[in-house]
């Protein structure tokens, strides 16, 4: 046993504006991703020997009931539900089983079925899992609700306090992401804007526009893995795509220093990419194509820092040089990114892993990167939970 993991199918659904398509419940989501994804690897249901399953707003067991649209075989189905880093933990749990040899295919799939507007609270008769974090920015910062742009916000304007980065790069981030998604079926947004639509659009919380800022959605996403073995047992190698880095973190002493930054996941997220570039070998400088998790604009600036693109403060430089879209370093979010693409939450780590398997085998249509050898994924959850993950295309 090798204990080396390959994605070796993908699927997702559209993300589309919560509601919009009529009787569009979460198991005909997962259904669609499912099923494209078993298709995409050319294998059965029946091969596959566990399912770990993501989402953030639902009842116990709707991964059963999920699954139960491709199969009822018997196999063990894992509920997750780790905020908005719900997707990628499935898929980090799903690669664990591989490696641990307890299956040889797995099966990791998140989807969301949300409702308009900002998030909420589910329960108000218990301690809210994030409130030791609010009151912690709250000493620090204005307070606003609800949450998350504030917390994003607030983090973004300690950047620009401490570094002198402008409300006009987080903008230009909103600007590439929109007009990467433009060349993306799959994303909830497909419009392009000018820099300055972006930036006079409504005002969520300074310097955060509404361009800026990802939107509830619905929809699925879906990846089978597979082991070594599996892969040579059905002739999988010329579309597995190999994942040679994976770490999970999860809060520090250092998320509660007095920083904004951390509290919205910085250290997590550094944490979790030193240790992906540890057990691959792999630096920064040896990505084309990055998957990252720009819930808001000044989030994804944050997470060049943090994944060691380029220095911290510096991360304004990469996006007034243009290093993170076509033509630059890296090509950053090629979807649409949460931004543009959409977010829901328990689908968006699994939707940037098909992204990137898509970039890999060259089969991205228009938004193609050129000459990808190696992909970088990101996602996030506050609360909380960082996981990174580094891909290559399989030894042929």
């Given at each position: 046993?090798?204990?080396?993991?390959?994605?070796?199918?993908?699927?997702?659904?559209?993300?589309?504006?919560?509601?919009?398509?009529?009787?569009?419940?979460?198991?005909?989501?997962?259904?669609?991703?499912?099923?494209?994804?078993?298709?995409?690897?050319?294998?059965?249901?029946?091969?596959?020997?566990?399912?770990?399953?993501?989402?953030?707003?639902?009842?116990?067991?709707?991964?059963?009931?999920?699954?139960?649209?491709?199969?009822?075989?018997?196999?063990?189905?894992?509920?997750?539900?780790?905020?908005?880093?719900?997707?990628?933990?499935?898929?980090?749990?799903?690669?664990?089983?591989?490696?641990?040899?307890?299956?040889?295919?797995?099966?990791?799939?998140?989807?969301?079925?949300?409702?308009?507007?900002?998030?909420?609270?589910?329960?108000?008769?218990?301690?809210?899992?994030?409130?030791?974090?609010?009151?912690?920015?709250?000493?620090?910062?204005?307070?606003?609700?609800?949450?998350?742009?504030?917390m994003f916000g607030a983090a973004g304007r300690e950047h620009m306090r401490l570094y002198g980065s402008t409300a006009e790069q987080f903008a230009k981030?909103?600007?590439?992401?929109?007009?990467?998604?433009?060349?993306?079926?799959?994303?909830?947004?497909?419009?392009?804007?000018?820099?300055?639509?972006?930036?006079?659009?409504?005002?969520?919380?300074?310097?955060?526009?509404?361009?800026?800022?990802?939107?509830?959605?619905?929809?699925?996403?879906?990846?089978?893995?597979?082991?070594?073995?599996?892969?040579?047992?059905?002739?999988?190698?010329?579309?597995?795509?190999?994942?040679?880095?994976?770490?999970?973190?999860?809060?520090?002493?250092?998320?509660?220093?007095?920083?904004?930054?951390?509290?919205?996941?910085?250290?997590?997220?550094?944490?979790?990419?030193?240790?992906?570039?540890?057990?691959?070998?792999?630096?920064?400088?040896?990505?084309?194509?990055?998957?990252?998790?720009?819930?808001?604009?000044?989030?994804?600036?944050?997470?060049?820092?943090?994944?060691?693109?380029?220095?911290?403060?510096?991360?304004?430089?990469?996006?007034?040089?243009?290093?993170?879209?076509?033509?630059?370093?890296?090509?950053?979010?090629?979807?649409?990114?949460?931004?543009?693409?959409?977010?829901?939450?328990?689908?968006?780590?699994?939707?940037?892993?098909?992204?990137?398997?898509?970039?890999?085998?060259?089969?991205?249509?228009?938004?193609?990167?050129?000459?990808?050898?190696?992909?970088?994924?990101?996602?996030?959850?506050?609360?909380?939970?960082?996981?990174?993950?580094?891909?290559?295309?399989?030894?042929?």
């Amino acid at each position: 046993m090798s204990g080396r993991v390959y994605v070796v199918g993908v699927g997702m659904t559209k993300f589309e504006k919560p509601g919009r398509r009529d009787g569009w419940d979460y198991p005909h989501m997962a259904k669609e991703s499912g099923t494209n994804a078993l298709t995409d690897a050319g294998i059965g249901f029946d091969q596959v020997q566990a399912a770990y399953v993501g989402y953030v707003y639902g009842e116990s067991t709707s991964g059963q009931r999920a699954v139960y649209e491709l199969g009822m075989t018997g196999i063990p189905v894992v509920n997750v539900n780790n905020n908005c880093a719900t997707g990628s933990t499935a898929l980090y749990l799903a690669a664990e089983s591989i490696r641990g040899g307890r299956a040889d295919c797995a099966l990791a799939l998140g989807f969301e079925k949300m409702k308009p507007g900002s998030l909420g609270m589910m329960y108000e008769d218990r301690e809210q899992p994030m409130m030791r974090h609010i009151a912690a920015l709250a000493e620090i910062s204005e307070v606003l609700f609800p949450p998350a742009p504030w917390m994003f916000g607030a983090a973004g304007r300690e950047h620009m306090r401490l570094y002198g980065s402008t409300a006009e790069q987080f903008a230009k981030i909103g600007y590439k992401n929109h007009k990467h998604s433009v060349n993306n079926p799959y994303a909830q947004f497909q419009d392009e804007y000018t820099l300055e639509q972006i930036q006079q659009s409504r005002m969520v919380y300074d310097p955060l526009t509404k361009l800026q800022c990802s939107p509830t959605s619905d929809g699925s996403g879906a990846a089978i893995l597979a082991s070594e073995a599996f892969v040579e047992r059905h002739d999988l190698a010329a579309r597995a795509v190999e994942i040679v880095g994976q770490a999970m973190t999860t809060d520090f002493a250092s998320t509660f220093d007095g920083t904004a930054k951390n509290l919205v996941g910085f250290d997590m997220s550094r944490q979790a990419a030193r240790q992906v570039y540890d057990q691959s070998g792999l630096g920064p400088e040896h990505f084309q194509v990055i998957e990252l998790h720009d819930c808001f604009s000044a989030n994804e600036l944050l997470t060049y820092e943090a994944l060691g693109l380029c220095a911290e403060g510096e991360g304004g430089k990469l996006v007034d040089n243009n290093e993170t879209t076509y033509g630059g370093r890296w090509v950053v979010n090629p979807s649409g990114g949460l931004i543009s693409k959409g977010h829901p939450l328990g689908a968006t780590g699994l939707a940037q892993c098909a992204e990137l398997t898509w970039q890999l085998r060259g089969t991205a249509a228009k938004r193609q990167v050129d000459n990808v050898t190696a992909a970088l994924q990101h996602n996030i959850g506050l609360g909380g939970a960082a996981v990174v993950t580094a891909y290559q295309l399989a030894d042929r």
